[in-house]
């Protein structure tokens, strides 16, 4: 049995405590201006690490200082529970700076 899909509230109130993530079809994004190009691409670093441990990994574009994740379970179907660990684990990434 897979990862079972979050219900469109479950999803609406995972949103309600993620600051900056929004919806995109069966996907939440977000975008992230880093201090420099370098503080993002180590961003990315970190995100990849703790993506990896969760054996879960985002969508990820870097465009100069601005890094755009983007989380769905492909193998599911959409978002699950895992999307939104991760999207957590990314916030967390991010105010910490390193």
Same mark, same amino acid.
């Given at each position: ?34 201090? &420099? ?7 990315? /670093?970190?995100?990849?690490?703790? @993506? ?12 100069? /200082? ?5 989380? &769905? ?11 939104? @660990? ?13």
């Amino acid at each position: 049995m897979g990862t079972p899909l979050l219900t469109d509230s479950e999803i609406t109130e995972a949103l309600s405590e993620l600051a900056g993530w929004s919806r995109a079809d069966d996907a939440i994004t977000r975008a992230i201006e880093a201090e &420099s190009f370098l503080a993002g691409i180590d961003l990315v /670093r970190r995100v990849a690490e703790a @993506a990896e441990r969760a054996d879960h990994h985002p969508d990820i574009d870097i465009r100069w /200082r601005t890094v755009t994740f983007t989380l &769905s379970t492909h193998s599911a179907g959409g978002l699950t529970a895992q999307d939104v @660990a991760l999207a957590r684990e990314i916030d967390q990434l991010a105010r910490s700076g390193g």
